[in-house]
């Protein structure tokens, strides 16, 4: 599953891939290194807008009625639909061009940088949460699945990753339409390799 996300594409290439515009985040810098409760660019079907990737479950109940108390950054695609932890939630496809994983023991890990021949869309669902004072803020939370051949020998999830003509459905469509997509990423269209030029400590 994503740990964290890179995107040095420029905005504006990323929305004309997409078709759109890049309207407020067309000033997106390159980012080599995007971390859970950084904001992330977040499309919605027709523009773009920047979200908090975890989702703070403020008032979310699990199965058994109890608090869910995690911050989730990622949702099984098992489940997302089922678990009254994301009753309500919506939708957003996550653009980037890739992301990284590890293995190994503490302190002696190996980062792996993932991605595709162009920008990779992971699904994604969306909540708003109201912060103290009443600010509301908009946050995401990628959808994973397992993984596909490509990715298995370093994690045993990965993100569910979108075709740009299937974007519309997974935005709009129901749980039964989009069920097919929730599946891993056909084999051969990712590369892994080892990430030894990324500073962990800058954007």
């Known amino acids: 599953m994503p740990g964290r996300f890179f995107l040095t594409t420029p905005m504006s290439d990323v929305a004309a891939w997409m078709g759109a515009d890049a309207g407020g985040v067309a000033d997106e810098p390159p980012r080599r290194n995007i971390a859970p409760a950084q904001e992330i660019v977040c499309f919605n079907g027709t ?41 309500g939630v919506g939708r957003a496809a996550v653009i980037v061009d890739g992301w990284y ?77 989009v069920a097919p997509l929730m599946v891993p990423w056909p084999e051969g269209r990712l590369s892994v390799e080892e990430a030894v030029d990324v500073d962990w400590d800058a954007p």
């Open 47 to 87: 523009g773009f807008s920047r979200m908090r990737w975890g989702i703070i479950p403020v008032g979310r109940k699990n199965a058994r009625g109890r608090p869910v108390m995690e911050t989730i950054v990622n949702a099984r695609s098992e489940t997302v639909f089922d678990k009254s932890a994301f009753d």
């Open 101 to 177: 994983e590890w293995t190994g023991e503490k302190r002696r890990k190996t980062a792996w940088r993932i991605f595709g021949s162009e920008p990779l869309i992971f699904a994604a669902i969306t909540d708003v949460w109201t912060a103290p004072g009443g600010r509301e803020i908009a946050q995401v939370a990628t959808v994973t699945c397992a993984p596909n051949a490509d990715v298995e020998p370093i994690h045993h999830r990965m993100g569910v990753l979108l075709r740009r003509e299937d974007v519309p459905l997974w935005l709009e469509g129901s749980a039964d339409d």
